[in-house]
């Protein structure tokens, strides 16, 4: 069998030959990813119109954005989002309103397991028209406004969810926690279940005790069944 030829000075190894990732173009195309992300939850208020009275149904699923959560629960990013929305146009701007199915996953904050759950939220907003009588007479964090002809829902979303969201949620109501001194669920653990606690300032005569006791039993188990004293007087 005729032996491969060897490689010649300077030739580039296959993996040499092939074009490295371009960091630019990789960022480019992450940010059309995030960009058409965001453009999903973005609705075209043109086929809705202006009349007062239009309405229209809103039934999709998409998926969740970052930062939908709180330090222990919260929306995985991309995670599946249902939302079952009316959008009505008012004299105002338009009504918003409907229930979003959303999941959740996070830690229990009493025996840390795993926690996942699915919230059904109720929602309701009015978003502004610009120069309508509402925007003109609230606050700018009192009111969601309409930015030209679309209307972006998923800061609704956002702020319903983080607002519903436990602070320490729980894997079950009566979650017991877990056992302080070996770290183990007490839920898993033997009602009684319980650790002798010593107090530190007796630690070490206790320790003396139990090196005497040890030293005592050893001293019975070596001792000769049936043996007796060597002074008993002979008859």
């Not at 929306?75 to 338009?94: D, F, I, Q, T, Y």
């Not at 699915?118 to 609230?138: K, P, R």
Request: aromatic share 4%; with cysteine.
């Amino acid at each position: 069998m005729s032996a491969s030829p060897a490689p010649s000075p300077g030739a580039a190894s296959t993996d040499a030959q092939r074009p490295a990732a371009d960091p630019a173009t990789r960022s480019v195309a992450e940010k059309a990813a995030e960009k058409a992300a965001a453009k999903a939850w973005t609705v075209d208020l043109r086929e809705l119109g202006r009349r007062a009275g239009t309405m229209r149904e809103w039934d999709k699923t998409l998926p969740a954005r970052p930062g939908w959560g709180v330090e222990m629960i919260g929306v995985p990013e991309g995670a599946p989002v249902h939302l079952h929305l009316r959008l009505e146009s008012v004299m105002e701007g338009v009504l918003v309103s409907g229930t979003v199915d959303v999941p959740v996953t996070g830690q229990c904050a009493r025996c840390l397991d795993p926690v996942e759950d699915t919230f059904e939220l109720d929602v309701q907003e009015l978003y502004a028209y610009e120069g309508s009588t509402t925007e003109a007479t609230s606050g700018e964090d009192e009111v969601r406004r309409i930015e030209g002809d679309t209307l972006d829902l998923a800061p609704l979303v956002r702020d319903t969810v983080v607002l519903t969201l436990p602070l320490s949620p729980t894997c079950t109501p009566d979650c017991a926690g877990l056992c302080v001194d070996c770290g183990e669920r007490l839920d898993d653990l033997p009602a009684d279940h319980s650790h002798e606690v010593i107090d530190p300032r007796f630690a070490g005569l206790a320790a003396r005790f139990a090196d005497l006791n040890d030293s005592t039993a050893n001293d019975a188990d070596g001792a000769q069944p049936g043996s007796g004293s060597t002074d008993t007087e002979e008859n």
